[in-house]
């Protein structure tokens, strides 16, 4: 549903783009462009907002406050890996590397991939070539409805973990991007016995103490991401130890959605702090996917 809405979201504008510039460049050639790329500049705009709300929103977090430099350059390379990602791959790529169980146990933990708020699985094209050459089996999910309850995604997290846990033998490593972290502790809170089926779960930029932005949101997922929200609140007091794991969260200090920064973190985690890397970025930090990768590969 994400990559159709995306897919029209796209089309439409080229759409008014072309029809814009065939009226307006007889009369205008600089009108003409200007208005071509007053899409891009509000693009630009909420993105600046953002990351000037998010810098302001952190002077009095426990974490080191970035430095302007720091933020300047996250603002940009979020620029570009949110058009990579919103434009190209979840509209168009999503189902470009499909899911992979393989037909016999390779030996090796299997993994549960979990996209955050208005995303798909087209989020984690890059990291599952990675997990296969590893012998990690995996599935990507898609949270739908996408603006339904956060709740409402556990049973497809519970359909995932059943087939990657039968395909290996073995309890999964749940990876998981934002709002897909929530999803999980959501989805850990409403299967009991699902704290004996987890290895690990990792969370990359995940409001776990929710996020000042969920104020704005109109959606029924969004509002319960609000920073020290009712519905997050709730969750917070449901404290899982997972059995043979632990959870490991990563924050930044440069998240633009996911602010106050220590918002992200989660208290008896391993929380590990990635400066000057903005949210979507995070996905396709080199160092976070290290990480990422070892944890999934321990014992």
Known sequence: MIARWQQTIFFVHWLGVGAWLAWQWPQSPARAVAGALVPLAMFVLVMTAEFALMHHANRRDPAPRARLAQVAAAWWAELRVALLVFGWRQPFRHQAVPDWLPPAPTGQRG???????????????????????????????????????????????????????????MPPVLLCHSMGGLAVRAWLRAHPDALARVHRVLTLGTPHGGTWLGRFSMAVNGRQMSLAGEWVVALQRFKPQVPGGRFVCWFSNCDNIVFPASTATLAGADNRLVPGVAHVEMVLDGRVMQECLEEVGRG
């Open 111 to 169: 993994v549960v991939l979990v996209h955050g708020f208005m995303c798909n699985r087209g989020l984690w094209l890059p990291w599952l070539p990675l997990l296969r050459e590893r012998g990690h089996a995996h599935i990507a999910v898609n949270l739908e409805p996408p603006l339904g309850s956060i709740d409402d995604y556990a049973h497809i997290i519970e359909a995932a973990v059943q087939r990657v846990t039968a395909v290996t033998g």
